[in-house]
């Protein structure tokens, strides 16, 4: 047997299968959720709809995804990781580049692929947090120290983090906080530490508020203010600033357990079929109140579930690695993936602010669905080269 059919053999089937499910889920309900778009005469005649055009272009990515996963998986990480550091830095330039567009997104088309750097920047921010945190200790002991272990982690971090905010990004922006939390968590900074700046981080939140946020994002606070005065039951304008949170709420709510059905329509009296979720964000930032509401809570709870099941099978990977570059690879990919179901779902149910964050391997989102792939494509090279390599005398008595 071949190395490569070894490695191929040994992947974690489960992890791959769950990955697969979500994304043939996400094609289905894409095609749903961005029927109310125009995408032109020409492509509307080709496909009979814009939902199916989504899909059809959403599996189109799945496929490129899937040579860059399981290319990933059968590289072992320790190669991949020397790309951190250009990875990290083309992020930022590009970053950089993306702030300067007169793009309320701050999207780059590059080869005719347009995507959002920020995506790049976390991607490699991962990476270059997993590398270093491993062998900078091996140059000086100082690195070992936890000051200096939460520098270097928090300098990885802050950059891009601050580049987000300043795009406006708050969603990409925050799902930084649990992955450097989680890598402060494995790399072994005392309880006392974090301690003290949690307390510090609290301390700070009005200051961070009242002053920092209006300073780079403008939409930020007011959806915060919207979020908080429709929680305490004040009153809003649901014709405004409070439309999508009220509207998107309101589908999932009223969904039930078998939900209005696939590609109801209004005579079902489906929200979604009506218009009222935003048709230009159905498909990516609202894409689980379409769901919730078409496939009721049974959907969505099967959904979650598998979304836990790809998680738990990454922290499996993460204490079986064999080393602690592969165990933060494998942490700090959950800890992502985390973020992003938790601000996606939970702005759908009020549980937190509109803040505009695709679902993973769910939402059409072009580029994000093959970094979603790299990512998990990472945690499998962390499964399937979790056991140590033989020393050449090892080698030697083998023969």
Sequence with gaps: MTQFLKKFLGMNWLMVLVMYALLAFGVVMIESAARHLYIGEQALKEFGGAGRWYASMQQKWI???????????????????WLGIPF???????????????????????????????????????????????????LHPWFALPFARISVIA???????LMVMKMGDMGSALVWIPVVVVALLVTGIPFRYLTFMGLIGAGLLP????????????????RIDTWLRMLQGREVDTSKEAYAPYNISMAVGKAGWKGVGWNAGPETGSLHAKAFIPKDTAHN??????????????GG???????????????IIAFYSRDVTGRLLASLVVALFFAHVFESIGMCLLLTPITGIPLPLISYSGTFVVVCMMLLGLVQSVWIHRAPEASSTEFGKIA
């Design 88 to 138: 990290y830095f083309v992020g930022l330039g590009l970053m950089i580049l993306a702030m300067q567009q007169d793009d309320s997104v701050h999207r780059l088309s590059i080869f005719g692929l347009s995507f959002q750097p920020a995506q790049l920047g976390i991607t490699s921010g991962i990476i270059l947090i997993a590398w270093l945190s491993q062998d900078l200790p091996k």
């Design 63 to 81: 496929i490129i995804g899937s040579v860059v996963y399981f290319a990933t998986a059968l590289i072992d990480y320790r190669w991949i990781r």
């Design 155 to 161: 300098s990885i971090a802050a950059v891009p983090f």
């Design 285 to 298: 930032d609202y894409i689980f109140a379409v769901i919730a509401e078409e496939t009721g809570f049974r």
């Design 301 to 315: 709870l099967i959904m979650i579930t598998a979304f836990a099941i790809l998680m738990v099978q990454g922290l």
């Design 207 to 222: 200051l961070l508020y009242f002053v920092v946020l209006p300073m780079v994002s403008k939409r930020g606070p007011e």
